[in-house]
């Protein structure tokens, strides 16, 4: 890996309120890749990384929908604990 990009929990609040105006359902981890891409646009000497002829690819990891959580006894098996 030759760098990387920390963002706030505020600014991934943020780009997923953005996101949400996209209707992009995505909670705060899955936005964090727009706070970091909006960090990248503004960084010093990253201009070649984003011209117009470049593709992005942002990935979303987290929607805001509220998931029941299953508990496992064995965390590497599919079936749930009795």
Do not use: W
Not at 13 to 25: F, K, M, Q, T, V
Request: hydrophobic share 45%; with cysteine.
């Amino acid at each position: 890996m030759d760098g990387g990009i920390s963002v706030t929990d505020a600014e991934a609040a943020e780009a997923g309120a953005r996101l949400a105006e996209a209707a992009i359902d995505s909670g705060p981890c899955g936005a964090a890749s727009l706070a970091a891409l909006r960090h990248l646009k503004d960084a010093e000497g990253a201009e070649h990384l984003l011209t117009p002829d470049r593709i992005v690819v942002l990935l979303n990891t987290e929607a805001t929908l509220e998931r029941p959580v299953t508990p496992f006894s064995d965390p590497l098996s599919a079936s749930p604990s009795t």
